[in-house]
Nanobody, 118 residues
Framework: QVQLVESGGGLVQAGGSLRLSCAAS????????MGWYRQAPGKQRELVAA???????NYADSVKGRFTISRDSAKNTVYLQMNSLKPEDTAVYYC????????????WGKGTLVTVSS
């Protein structure tokens, strides 16, 4: 029933920009937070950015000043604006949603590949 639909991934040159979108659909009781993770081949998945229902944001140090997370609560949609992209940003980006009264429900998207060429 619950599905996270991602879009916006692709190939971009270093220094360019890309905007990722993720819409949570289906029967979701309550969304506590939405965010973006990424995983490069052979590496652990890491948090890129997150935003709570109250508007609090958190960013990985490596993307601060370059990436911006935002949301449209009415549409249960989260965005990730990525500027000044670097080859090191190349990874599969995953959308994540925490839901439920205590955040016990955890949903993930299938991931979208972002490739930054030098």
């Amino acid at each position: 029933q619950v599905q996270l639909v991602e879009s916006g991934g692709g190939l971009v040159q270093a220094g360019g920009s890309l905007r990722l979108s993720c819409a949570a659909s289906g029967s979701i009781f309550r969304i506590n937070a939405m965010g973006w993770y990424r995983q490069a081949p052979g590496k652990q998945r890491e948090l890129v950015a997150a935003i709570t229902s109250g508007g609090y944001t958190n960013y990985a140090d490596s993307v601060k000043g370059r990436f911006t997370i935002s949301r449209d609560s009415a549409k249960n949609t989260v965005y990730l604006q990525m500027n000044s992209l670097k080859p090191e940003d190349t990874a599969v980006y995953y959308c994540n949603t925490l839901a439920g009264p205590g955040g016990e429900l955890d949903y993930w998207g299938k991931g979208t590949l972002v490739t930054v060429s030098s």
